[in-house]
């Protein structure tokens, strides 16, 4: 199988602060090894691009955010490969998931399977009203969530309601999920996109203090895993860092000042 391809996987596209990651592969925006590389290789831009500062993943069309991995392609591989191509799928959601700039993931349509294990490593989630479904029914193949799917839903819900929900394979409304805090918020899909549009350049500059956003999110996400005086020197190391910039001293400064801080992310 083929390590490299010629079509287009994974859209990006940059605006106002904002890195804009699309999966495009029809009808289901169902993800392969080829489109993992590509979407790797698209954090990692969104990462090293100073002008970006926050990044908002999306699936083309209006049915699917992702399906998740492509049966076809799992049927066709060996285990070697598929165990290659899970540890490189868990690599380059954890990469997300590490990059201290805010991710929202913008839940166009149906978010099952590796769909959801990929919103999963995003830091907040906004669904389309009456638009799709959300789960992780992988039991149903004989196999388990495996991009991430048992631990990530498994810390953001209590572990019994995880372990109920992929054991039975049960598929969630939208308006279900955002009561069990799966999804953080969910709009209307007249101006769906606009509206998530406005909540992402929300933690730009000079609306936010995009530095301290990443870091926040970084502190979280890192300090989630580590002893918890652990997890308290990364703060402290974090909040040093962010001490030193030029965002905080503005911010210090029109606090003081009793004026709006014109935040510029540096």
Known sequence: MTTTTERTLVNYTTTEGVAIIELTNAPANTYSYEMMRQLDEAILQ???????????LRGAGE??????????MLNAVTPT????????????????????????????????????????????????RNSGKVGLPEVTLGVLPGTGGTQRMARALPKNKAIELMTEGKLLSFEDALGLGLINYIYEPENYWDEVMQYAKSFCP???????????????????????????????????????????????????EKRKAEFKGR
């Open 63 to 72: 049915k699917f955010f992702s399906a998740g991995a492509e049966i076809s």
């Open 46 to 56: 969104a990462r090293f691009d100073e002008s970006v500062h926050v990044l908002l």
């Open 206 to 256: 000079p609306n936010k203090a995009s530095k301290a956003v990443g870091r926040i999110k970084r502190a979280v996400q890192s300090g989630a895993e580590v002893p918890f005086s652990e997890s308290l020197a990364i703060e402290r190391e974090l909040q040093q860092l962010l001490f030193q910039s030029e965002d905080a001293k503005e911010g210090i400064a029109a606090y003081t």
């Open 81 to 128: 490969f598929k165990y290659y191509f899970c540890l490189h799928a868990n690599e380059t959601l954890i990469r997300l998931e590490q990059t201290p700039k805010l991710v929202i993931a913008a839940l166009n349509g149906h978010t099952v399977g590796g769909g959801l294990e990929i919103a999963l490593a995003c830091d907040i989630r906004i669904a389309r």
